[in-house]
Structure formats: structure tokens, C-alpha cells
T-cell receptor, first 113, second 117 residues
Framework: GEDVEQSLFLSVREGDSSVINCTYT??????LYWYKQEPGAGLQLLTY?????DMKQDQRLTVLLNKKDKHLSLRIADTQTGDSAIYFC?????????????FGAGTRLAVHP | DTGVSQDPRHKITKRGQNVTFRCDPI?????LYWYRQTLGQGPEFLTY????????KSRLLSDRFSAERPKGSFSTLEIQRTEQGDSAMYLC???????????????FGPGTRLTVL
């Protein structure tokens, strides 16, 4: 079945690293995504990883993929107050014809001084 | 900024009324998607178009919902006889054809927040 799970809340101190975790169920998913949503706004595509990779780095963002455990994580280095937002993990499974994205419920990241 | 645009950004309506939302995708993106997001949840897929053809509809899309993309550019989503349960953020996304297959990236608009009283 299609299901993406994330922890609901994460609080970090400014300057520390944040790690947001996600588990998904469909091993056929070709791509896995991280989106950011600020209050009242749409979703901003942060990064995505192809399923045959185990790591992708993009500036302060590092994505780790454990395909065996169907576990995806997003690490944000040197977290800033502007990183406060909801972060959504999404998969793109074959059951959706590789067209639609299946999203988790989102992890709310709070960055405090 | 030539991102995905949606209009209106907010809509308040009374139960039973019809509403229509518009989405303008990024230029030359030939795939366009509609998602619905309720409070505290991630977006849920509703439907998508490739050019003017509507290729898939979710079971979430009841017969009160209709979407069109007549010229393969902008799209409209209409909800007839709105119900309180239709209150949500309606998000549009578009996707470019990067290779022969796979539209890897979906870029989202700011959404239309619908409140049904």
C-alpha cells in the first residue's frame, strides 16, 4: 500500500543540525522528495533523490536513503530561523503510474535561538 | 518570477454554491496536477493533465468536481454544490518533460484556500 510516515514535530537550536526522518512503504518508488512549506504558502521543492542512490548533498541539505529499510532522511546543517517550516517527504510509486506524489503528513521544524 | 500561479488565493463561499479556481502553470510545462491539502495533512493527489488530456482522476474527485485544461495551458477546477468538507487548500503543480520519460520535478503554486460556511 501507499503510506508515508513522518514524525510530527522537531525543535532545534539555531546553528545546530536538524534531521528529519521519513519512512515509506512502496519499494517501487523511483524518486523520493523533500518539500518545504511555510505558513500560508505552497510547497517548495527542496531536493529529491533517485532510488538507486544512497546519498545526495546540496549545500546545507543532505539526503540519505536506506532503500532496504525504506527510510529517508533530510539533514539541514547550520539550521537558521528561516528554516522554520513544515517539511514533507513524498514518494513517487509505480502504483501511481509514476505520476502522482504520495506525501507524508509533514514534520514541523521549529528553530529557536 | 514565472512560477505556478493560482487565482484566487482565498475563497469563502456558502454551502451549496459553485466555485471555480484557476491555475497557470510554468510556461512550457506540459503536465499539470491538482492536489488538495487539509489542515495538518500533506497534499493528496486529485488529477493530472498532460497537455489538454486529463489522464488520471483520484477517487477523491467526486462527480461534483470537474477539471479542465482546454488549450493545454491554464487549468480550472470547479466544485459544484460545495460542502463544508470541501474546505481545504487546493494546490496546483506543473512539471516539465525532462527526458523521454519521467517528469521528475513537480513545482507547486501558492494554492487557493477554500472555506465553505
Amino acid at each position: 500500500g501507499e503510506d508515508v510516515e513522518q514524525s510530527l514535530f522537531l525543535s532545534v537550536r539555531e546553528g545546530d543540525s536538524s534531521v528529519i526522518n521519513c519512512t515509506y512503504t512502496d519499494s517501487s518508488s523511483t524518486y523520493l522528495y523533500w518539500y518545504k512549506q511555510e505558513p500560508g504558502a505552497g510547497l517548495q521543492l527542496l531536493t529529491y533523490i533517485f532510488s538507486n542512490m544512497d546519498m545526495k548533498q546540496d549545500q546545507r541539505l543532505t539526503v540519505l536513503l536506506n532503500k532496504k529499510d525504506k527510510h529517508l532522511s533530510l539533514r539541514i546543517a547550520d539550521t537558521q530561523t528561516g528554516d522554520s517550516a513544515i517539511y514533507f517527504c513524498a514518494e513517487k510509486p509505480i502504483s501511481g503510474g509514476y505520476n502522482k506524489l504520495i506525501f507524508g503528513a509533514g514534520t514541523r521544524l521549529a528553530v529557536h535561538p | 518570477d514565472t512560477g505556478v500561479s493560482q487565482d484566487p488565493r482565498h475563497k469563502i463561499t456558502k454551502r451549496g454554491q459553485n466555485v471555480t479556481f484557476r491555475c497557470d502553470p510554468i510556461s512550457e510545462h506540459n503536465r499539470l496536477y491538482w492536489y488538495r491539502q487539509t489542515l495538518g495533512q500533506g497534499p493528496e493527489f486529485l488529477t493530472y493533465f498532460q497537455n489538454e488530456a486529463q489522464l488520471e482522476k483520484s477517487r477523491l474527485l467526486s462527480d461534483r468536481f470537474s477539471a479542465e485544461r482546454p488549450k493545454g495551458s491554464f487549468s480550472t477546477l470547479e466544485i459544484q454544490r460545495t460542502e463544508q468538507g470541501d474546505s481545504a487548500m487546493y494546490l496546483c503543480a506543473s512539471s516539465p518533460r525532462v527526458r523521454d520519460r519521467d517528469y521528475n520535478e513537480q513545482f507547486f503554486g501558492p494554492g487557493t484556500r477554500l472555506t465553505v460556511l
